[in-house]
């Protein structure tokens, strides 16, 4: 009789015979005492080995233990973001909901106001880093980057058509059923024609003659309506002039707007130089931010306009919010509500200007605002900066930051030392090649990439330092936690005087040479050293 | 430690976003997960590492778990997944024996009873052999006795096909028994 090898007895012993094979070799064992002895014999080394392996012999370290000390950390979190959300409400938020509240807007226009402010808002250079600025935006992609990774599959369908409508309902109504030209470089509605719909265009040079009886959606370099519009335009452009009338809304952002024709609801305006000439009517309110605002013609409700120079020489029905720096109200300037200018300079108002009360004059102080963003303000940005960056970057590669973390920078000498090499080699490397004109596009390359490094440099220092103090993360959130703690670490450091910039330093050059040392690594690795093809292995006798 | 249908209850509620039903479950796997790394991996390091990333891989994949199946065996196959990526890592190609075993040399050959019993004086010496082997056994021998892994899951895990499973498992016992006959 055939004896059964030892592969099919160990497959028997482990389970792994088909049902029919199984039988069949359950019966060979029974009849024959070799095959059997054989299979007694894997069966108590299978045994064996199942006892060995699963003897206890080493407990779960205790870094792997599940750690606790979230709730603390979260509720310390709370009280920080709350005092920081409060802060910006106190600063920021609340006095200009009560100026925008003066001049009779609603929350409609919340966004546009805040955008204005935004421009206007001096201290924004001094208080974010051009590097900060950078890293937003960039986190800003990674975020949605790994939303789209990670999220995509949450996302349900039912709420991507709801978003998708809503987005749609945002548009101007009758978006989908509008006349779209997109493909001429001049365009034309001549005098005469009408089109009874919306009307959304694209070109070097856009002219409407003639009747548009929907919302008008343009963006050319060279906007000229002369004729009607009886819905909203939305215009992006270089130059828009409008002698024409508009039924809706005007809502431009433009290097110059000019508008000498007839508005019968509301023009918000953002660009260079906006001017509202004599010829003009706009029977709703002007919100602007430019550099030059000019009012010739008259405005029946309000005005809320931020710009360096801002001049009125017309009727405003409503009342006027005006910050900027200077302010002339003309021989021609009648205002029926209340004036309130912020400004660096006192308001020039002609003798023969007619207003319900004096302009409310309050001196806007050149340094005002970034001192009143305070050191909290300050902290919380950059924290928060850093904790979005990081955390992007920590999710996308969980396997590199703990690579990082984990592997490299436990060595702290070695790490300080090749980020040492490093970032002096970097920044050599690309002044060097922007030196050279030729190499001038790989230089900013090399440039960027080692500011980023070097931002990126504190982030994976974050997240060891977090690891040290709440010990090894086990998923996601946890994750998150230990780097928020860890920046949160880092930046209290980095605040104390004097030692925090020797701080700033060391945590830059060892979080850099950290991870000079991991991409090394990786290409290492990805290119194997060059070996002679092993010759094919002799199987044991 | 949790039963088997707390487990998966856990799961549910992990996968609906708990992050405290998640830490129940790492508290309930992470020592087998640890102990599976443990048997598989060079160093205690390694095995610590890859624990924590198991588990970190695992969350992210929690969605494409199919719930009406038990929990531990999917987490198994995660961690031998990445056990095989790590060894794959850590070693350039020339160093690791990825082709399939040659079945022939195995199956010509007859039931040798004495031999196939492991001489064993003592668990550590089975341990010490155990840890000498080659990666890819090593990993094959945990995932199969430790962790019960079928040899279709395994060869999953490992690109080969389950047949060479078995031959790649037989081939560490002798290997093992040869070992410890040498030593004894």
Known sequence: ?541 | MAGRGDLEGLVALARAGSTAAWGRVYETLAPSIFRLCRRALASREDAEDATSEIFLKARVRLASYEPSRPFAPWLYRVAANHCWDEIRKRRTRAEIDDAEPELSTLEAEAPTPQEAVLAIESRDSLRRVLSELDDRSRLAIALRYYADMSYEDIGQALGISPNFVGVLLLRARRAMRTRLRETS
């Open chain 1, 1 to 541: 009789m055939k004896h059964l090898d030892e592969l099919t007895l160990l497959r028997m012993v482990d389970g792994e015979l088909s049902s029919e094979r199984h039988s069949s070799t359950r019966t060979h064992i029974v009849d024959c005492a070799p095959c059997q002895a054989g299979y007694e014999s894997l069966k108590t080394e299978t045994e064996l080995l199942r006892a060995t392996l699963r003897e206890e012999e080493e407990p779960l370290p205790e870094d792997l233990r599940a750690q606790g000390g979230l709730l603390w950390f979260l509720a310390a979190a709370l009280v920080i973001g709350g005092l920081g959300v409060s802060q910006f409400w106190s600063w920021f938020v609340d006095p200009m909901l009560r100026g925008m509240d003066r001049v009779g807007i609603d929350g409609q226009s919340l966004f546009t106001t805040v955008v204005i402010r935004g421009l206007l808002f001096r201290g924004w250079t001094n208080m974010v880093s051009t590097v900060t600025q950078l890293a937003l935006w960039l986190s800003v992609l990674v975020a949605l980057g790994t939303l789209a990774i990670f999220a995509w599959r949450r996302i349900r369908t039912s709420a991507l058509a709801m978003s998708i409508l809503a987005v749609l309902a945002a548009l101007p109504r009758g978006a989908e059923a509008a006349v779209i030209e997109l493909e001429q470089d001049t365009y034309v509605l001549p005098a005469g024609q009408t089109i009874e719909n919306d009307l959304v265009v694209a070109g070097e040079i856009v002219r409407i003659e003639g009747t548009v009886n929907g919302d008008l959606i343009v963006a050319a370099r060279l906007v000229e309506v002369s004729g009607a519009v009886a819905g909203d335009i939305l215009g992006f452009a270089e130059e828009i002039d409008m002698t024409g009338t508009v039924g809706g809304n005007v809502r431009t952002a433009s290097r110059s707007l000019d508008i000498e024709g007839s508005v019968e609801r509301n023009v918000v305006a953002a660009g260079e130089i906006l001017r509202i000439g004599s010829g003009a009517q706009v029977r709703g309110s002007f919100t602007a931010a430019g550099r030059e605002v000019i009012l010739g013609g008259p405005v029946e409700r309000d005005l809320l306009i931020a710009a360096k120079t801002h001049r009125i020489d017309s009727r405003v029905g409503g009342s006027a919010l005006l910050v900027g720096d200077e302010l002339t109200l003309g021989d021609g300037a009648v205002t029926e509500g209340t004036v309130q200018f912020y400004g660096g300079q006192e308001p020039v108002v002609a003798p023969s200007a007619t207003l319900a009360s004096p302009v409310a004059f309050e001196l806007l102080e050149e340094d005002e605002e970034s001192t009143r963003l305070s050191w909290l303000g300050h902290f919380m940005f950059f924290w928060a900066a850093a904790f979005v960056l990081g955390s992007a970057f920590a999710l996308l590669g969980p396997g590199v930051a703990e690579a990082i973390t984990a592997v490299h920078m436990p060595h702290h000498a070695k790490s300080l030392l090749a980020g040492l090499v490093a970032v002096g080699g970097g920044a050599a490397l690309a002044f060097g090649l922007m030196i050279t004109l030729v190499g001038l596009p790989l230089g900013l390359v090399v440039l960027f990439l080692w500011v980023l490094g070097l931002y990126l440099a504190q982030v994976y220092a974050g997240l060891y330092i977090g690891r040290e103090i709440l010990g090894r993360p086990t998923d996601r959130s946890q994750l998150l936690v230990r780097l928020a703690v860890g920046l949160l670490a880092i930046h209290i450091g980095k605040s104390i005087p004097y030692i925090g910039q020797v701080l700033t330093v060391a945590v830059a050059l060892w979080g850099f040479g950290a991870l000079t040392l991991f991409l090394l690594d990786a290409i290492s690795r990805k290119s194997p050293p060059i070996v002679p093809a092993p010759l094919p292995a002799q199987e044991p006798a």
